[in-house]
């Protein structure tokens, strides 16, 4: 459930909140989804699919820095799967809905990266315009649903861990 409510009273140990007027928002998933924010990143990095170099249409690559350009980054998480974002359509050129990656990487922060089976659900192709001096410009991107299959304890513990720092980034 999401809210807007001014805050009563803060102390050590507790927030008071007025009562809010109304909802904004109320998640109808069986799992509750957290927006990721810049300071803590996280990225999936797949085993069927890497930026080359070559290609004109996937990420940049640095060297020494090259494999960090097939890590995708995450959007919003939940318990039962992430949210996948990104600027280059390499990426959706070479996925389709319902592959399995059975040897993909969840990269959080301050975590060893965590072995992962993964799905993807869905695939949207968006184009967004941007308002720019002098006009109106669109920029595309992709945006891709990834359930994780048959998650270990570790890795809902470690998704768990993260989710609480995305919420406590998130708090008052």
Known sequence: VVFDSPILLKDQSSVILKFPEKLQSIE?????????VREKASYLRLSTW?????????????????????????????????CLVSRFPSLVNKLQRGQIDDDAQLILPM???????????????????????????????????????????????AIKQYIRQLSVADAV
């Open 28 to 36: 109808r998933r069986a799992n509750a989804r957290f927006p990721v």
């Open 111 to 157: 975590h060893p990266p965590v072995p992962v089976a993964v799905e993807i659900r869905w695939i949207k192709r968006i184009r967004e315009r941007i308002n720019v001096e002098g006009g109106v410009r669109s920029q595309r991107f992709y945006r891709m649903g990834i359930q994780l299959v048959n998650p270990s304890d570790e890795i809902l513990t």
């Open 50 to 82: 890497s930026a080359d170099a070559s290609d004109m249409l996937a990420p940049p690559s640095i060297e020494p820095f090259s494999d960090l350009a097939s890590y995708i980054s995450i959007a919003d998480v939940s318990m039962g799967g992430i």
